[in-house]
């Protein structure tokens, strides 16, 4: 799911929760062709919903259930709510936007039962016949006049279960209308876009005889890093070689999220205080990153990572066991070992004067003796010179760290990280002066963290 479908998933199974209902997650996966299940998505979907706090009591999956829409789809031809229309897609939108009916629209209930069911017996082409539910064909919206219910596709669909045993198959708006009546919806909280969706499902409630469910609907959602991004263009992306998998920390994806270490309370809270109002959003995760630093920065390990790294050789100094604080206030110690040479980052490299006095952070003082070529040299321990001189603080690693690889929105980054990190495997820790990580994997001296946010 991408956090678009998150705030689905929370909001309703935070309905459930309040109102003692039951939370139920279903598979709308009846387009074989052009929007094509991924057979991962469904055991991914149902670990996000989990990992959110919304354990499903019940899942349904709508490639299953194929016969009960036909089923309703013959009462609905029967009662004179639907009929087969053979015209191709130009003629009946010509007919339809002239609010012309088409020549198949008075069939008799019983010839359109004939033609219902050679359609699903294969004796039709994709695209030579379709089932319509019948509107007000003069509709002031044309999107409403006579919308087509199911299609023909010969694609087999990529659950085994399934495969080619159908060649009809529903649109989502008749196919969600019967599952919301035959699973017993009370109430549907679903976006404003969706709007026409309940227009067009009133009509087959109307002729089953079914009451609609309420409905609430919320304004479009825009996160401001993600842009336009949509399911079926991420998938394309990745099937492109432009991301790496869904999880890729550049995408809007829950798993890129939780991969990342953003926790699932952080996002619940992010999605509930979008409230269920209908007008656009438009937000940074700067919002989500506020909630989630409030939980692990109290909980968060600390560490030094330099990427970058430049070797800066400390004349005079001695080796030494730096005892640098592993949290700011849970208290505990990390003993760091450092020898007449650490690496620093190429930017504090980069911004060194002839003549500075700073302090390499938890270890010693050092003064910049040249730039170029550039020398330092140790000058004391006392932390008199950050009081009374105001020196800058920077932070280094030993020259026989861990290999870390940090991946992130904006690209990666490569360096150098202290020992003890690599015992904090699927926590986040911080990387002082750069951010909140992820460590992803630990082979050996090597880490693979995921840049969570600053």
């Known amino acids: 799911p991408t956090l678009g479908s998150a705030r689905g998933i929370v909001v309703n199974s935070e309905y459930t929760k309040k109102y003692k209902g039951k939370l139920i997650i279903r598979f709308d996966d009846t387009d074989p062709a052009t929007k094509r299940p991924m057979l991962e998505a469904y055991t991914w979907y149902l670990e996000d919903c989990e990992w959110l706090g919304a354990k499903p009591e019940e899942v349904v999956i709508a490639s299953d259930r194929i016969d009960k829409y036909y089923e309703v789809a013959e009462q609905l031809i029967k ?141 479009r959602v825009q996160i401001h890093e993600f842009g336009k991004l949509s399911t079926s263009g991420i998938k394309k992306a990745i099937a492109e070689g432009q991301y790496t998998g869904w999880d890729d920390p550049r995408l809007p994806t829950i798993r890129a999220i939780r991969r990342r270490g953003i926790l699932p309370e952080a996002l619940r809270k992010f999605m509930l205080d979008l409230g269920l109002g209908e007008t656009d959003i438009s937000l940074s995760l700067d919002t989500l990153y506020a909630e989630n630093r409030k939980i692990i920065d109290p909980i968060a390990n600390r560490y030094f990572f330099v990427w970058d790294p430049v070797e800066l050789e400390v004349e005079d100094a001695e080796p030494k066991i730096a005892k640098a604080p ?43 003796i040249s730039i170029s070529p550039l020398r330092v040299k140790f000058i004391g321990t006392d932390m008199d010179l950050v009081k009374k001189e105001k020196a800058r603080i920077i932070h280094w690693v030993p020259v026989e760290g861990l290999e870390v690889k940090v991946s992130s929105p904006d690209g990666e980054y490569t360096g150098i990280g202290e020992r003890g990190m690599e015992k904090e495997l699927d926590k986040v820790v911080q990387f002082e002066r750069f951010g909140f990580v992820r460590i992803d994997s630990v082979r050996g001296d090597e880490v693979v963290a995921y840049f969570t946010h600053k």
């Not at 198959?169 to 009370?186: K, M, N, Q, R, S």
Request: charged content about 35%; some cysteine; proline content about 4%.
């Open 79 to 219: 009662k004179g709510g639907a009929y087969v229309c053979f015209c191709g897609q130009e003629v009946f939108k010509s007919l339809k936007d002239a609010k012309k009916a088409c020549p198949h629209r008075d069939e008799k209930p019983q010839k359109n039962i004939e033609s219902w069911k050679k359609m699903i017996a294969g004796n039709y082409k994709e695209q030579e016949a379709v089932l319509r539910i019948k509107t007000d064909i003069a509709h002031k919206d044309p999107a409403i006049r006579d919308w087509v219910a199911f299609r023909i596709i010969k694609t087999p669909h990529p659950r085994q279960e399934v495969n080619d045993k159908y060649c009809v198959w529903p649109l989502l708006d008749f196919e969600g209308a019967v599952e919301d009546h035959l699973l017993g919806t009370t109430l549907i909280i679903r976006g404003k876009d969706l709007i026409d969706s309940e227009k067009r499902q009133r009509y087959v409630y109307k002729y089953m005889g079914w009451t609609y469910p309420e409905t609430m609907h919320w304004g």
């Open 326 to 368: 592993l949290h700011p206030t849970r208290g505990g110690l990390r003993e760091i070992s450092a020898g007449t040479k650490v690496l620093i980052t190429r930017n504090d490299a980069d911004s060194l004067k002839e003549g500075e006095r700073l302090r390499l952070k938890d270890l010693y003082n050092i003064e910049v």
